[in-house]
């Protein structure tokens, strides 16, 4: 057991917990409980929202496992990755801040309700959010029960359930109000943990950082090299699927509706692009070629998505691994409590009052989600305690199913006005199908599944938009109204 590392953990961790409980104190005593619990009020200013935005995107997957996977699949792989999640963030202030900010909707799933209209949407979409955000959960356990475990020196299952409960816990107290404050801390801590592991690694340097780059790819000559650990189509699915994920990806889009007015949410996702891009790159050119330093034998006996903390391990005392690994938990948490939060949010305001029970109050549906919140949350732990190989992979399969899925009817939607619901709900069917049937049926390289659903899904919903009937008036009034009604932002 790491003492010192497990302390600092524990207050961390307990900070979290108050923070969640003085945010159900608050939302109880508002009279805008659901805007507060979902939305945070709409009042998070610019960079508070980049620093959350930051934290829901940098994840276990992307700042603790990254070391690992370059050296497993190469840098190219997560190179592609990383530029398609920059490259996402200004597509996304392009193409959907500005029209789902000014909708005042309060999920993904409502904004596509109320632009298609008809009860599919009410369903289906929740449904596709509810399956990709729980793909995405076991990534972003994994991680979490991989550091309980360092600290505590608990078997990788106690340490799993232990951060989960944690996480069910604060999440389902206090909803995006309690999340976006902890994802103002997460996203600094993540920031101070790259910035001192890169400050370890270079004052650490065995040899001139050149040489030791050189060195690590004779040790590994797939390090850098293109297509000989994936094929060039992993990394091209790769681009695709987070340069289109953050127009899509619930616990993202979100931030965007928190957002204090359309201005707000296009700088918090410019500005997080950037810091998260020079994190991204500054972590792979400067730790992974540590990893050879480590040795065989710790390298057979600890998972890849471990090595960056191991190497971190190398340089600093216990009081700084404390807060170092305080900051990697920090970045499991930001994606975990944001995908538990839109995880309840599809099941409880989608699902339960958009379906089951339209006349719900804001009490019941706030606690139907807090219940919710705790199905989901346990149901995916438990799936989780078999972890699985490679949590970037996982993740980004996760979210290509929801792109695949989504992305056409949300921003055909916005931009043709021949968009209409048959062709919607066709282009949803079959995104979402042939990504099932491309993932589980067909070999295809890691992360490319999407370069069969995606285009099928947008041909599929052009198509069939122009067959059928046009969409009524009072829809493409809609439309308008998400571009050019100022009042509404």
């Known amino acids: 057991m790491k003492t010192v590392e497990l302390s600092i953990m524990i207050i961390y961790l307990l900070f979290l917990i108050g ?45 603790m ?19 398609g999640s920059i490259v996402g963030f200004a597509i996304s202030s392009i193409l959907v801040a500005k029209p789902l900010r000014q909708s005042r909707k309060f999920t993904v799933s409502e904004f596509i309700n109320d632009r298609y209209g008809g009860a599919f949407f009410k369903m289906a979409i929740p449904i596709v959010i509810i399956i990709g955000s729980a793909m995405y959960l076991m990534s972003q356990m994994t991680a979490g029960g991989l550091i309980a475990s360092y600290v505590t020196g608990l078997t990788y299952e106690w ?104 201005r707000s949410a296009k700088l918090s996702l410019n500005i997080s692009m950037l810091i998260y891009g020079l994190l991204m790159l500054g972590a792979a050119l400067i730790i992974v070629p540590f990893i050879p330093l480590l040795g065989t034998s710790v390298l057979e006996s600890h998972a890849s998505d471990m090595w960056m903390l191991l190497i971190a391990d190398q340089f600093f005392g216990p009081v700084v691994m404390g807060i170092i690994t305080a900051g990697i938990m920090a970045a499991v948490m930001s994606s975990t409590d944001a995908l538990l939060l839109a995880v309840s949010s599809a099941f409880a305001y989608d699902l339960y009052k958009g379906v089951i029970n339209p006349k719900a109050s804001q009490k019941k549906i706030l606690r139907v989600s807090m219940m919710f919140t705790w199905v989901i949350g346990i149901v995916v732990m438990l799936l989780t305690l078999n972890p699985p190989a490679f949590l970037i992979v996982l993740y980004t399969a996760a979210v290509g199913f929801m792109v695949s899925a989504l992305f056409s009817p949300l921003v055909l939607g916005i931009w043709w006005k021949r968009a209409n619901r048959t062709g919607a709900i066709a282009g949803l069917v079959v995104g979402a199908t042939s990504f099932f049937v491309s993932f589980f049926v067909l070999t295809l390289p890691y992360n490319s599944e999407i370069l069969v659903s995606l285009p099928l899904s947008l041909i599929t919903m052009m198509v069939v938009s122009k067959l059928t009937e046009q969409p009524s008036q009072e829809m493409i009034d809609k439309m308008k109204d998400y571009h050019s009604d100022p009042s509404l932002s």
Do not use: K
Not at 21 to 47: K, P, W
Not at 65 to 81: D, K, Q, S, V
Not at 160 to 173: A, H, N
């Open 65 to 83: 496992a990254g070391a690992g996977t370059i050296w497993n699949l190469g840098f190219p792989f997560l190179a592609w990755m990383t530029v």
């Open 19 to 63: 923070l969640g409980l003085y945010s159900q104190r608050r939302i109880s005593n508002s009279g805008s409980g659901v805007d507060d619990y979902y939305v945070a009020g709409r009042s998070i200013g610019t960079g508070v929202n980049s620093l959350a935005m930051l934290a829901a995107l940098g994840s276990g997957g992307s700042f």
């Open 159 to 262: 340490g799993l359930i232990i951060i989960v409960l944690v996480f069910i816990f604060y999440v389902s107290l206090g909803g995006m109000l309690a999340v976006t404050w902890t994802n103002v801390l997460q996203g600094a801590m993540m920031v101070f943990l790259i910035a001192a592991i890169i400050f370890g690694a270079i004052t650490n340097l065995p040899m001139p950082w050149s040489e030791f780059v050189v060195s690590a790819t004779n040790e590994n000559p797939a390090l850098g090299a293109v297509g000989v650990t994936v094929p060039i189509a992993a990394y091209i699915g790769a681009f695709v699927t987070w340069a289109a994920a953050v127009c899509v990806t619930p616990h993202l889009v979100m931030r965007i509706f928190t957002a204090t007015d359309v």
